[in-house]
């Protein structure tokens, strides 16, 4: 990739900024919306553990502490360690 080629070595992690602003409740409550990030929070811990550097939650509504206690028992340890709110 470009990155790889810009800082002369391998890059094969990611940093990932989730900004939460305006994220309503029922976005938050939808039962499609939730299944979604489900199956993306285990697609990529199945398949890319390794390349998740570090994610960084932005802006997020008093709301999703609420939530975030739902989500983080689903969560690895090892993933956990790199989410940041």
């Given at each position: 990739?470009?990155?790889?080629?810009?800082a002369?070595?391998?890059?094969?992690?990611?940093?990932?900024?989730?900004?939460?602003?305006?994220?309503?409740?029922?976005?938050?409550?939808?039962?499609?919306?939730?299944g979604?990030?489900?199956?993306?929070?285990?697609l990529?811990?199945?398949?890319?553990?390794?390349?998740?550097?570090?994610?960084?939650?932005?802006?997020?509504?008093?709301?999703?502490?609420?939530?975030?206690?739902?989500?983080?028992p689903?969560?690895?340890?090892?993933?956990?360690?790199?989410?940041?709110?």
């Amino acid at each position: 990739p470009a990155c790889c080629i810009a800082a002369r070595q391998l890059v094969d992690s990611t940093l990932t900024i989730v900004d939460l602003q305006g994220l309503s409740w029922w976005e938050m409550t939808n039962s499609n919306a939730k299944g979604f990030v489900s199956r993306l929070v285990n697609l990529q811990e199945k398949n890319y553990p390794e390349t998740t550097g570090k994610v960084i939650i932005i802006n997020a509504p008093s709301i999703f502490s609420a939530i975030w206690s739902f989500i983080k028992p689903l969560l690895a340890e090892r993933t956990l360690a790199k989410i940041s709110i």
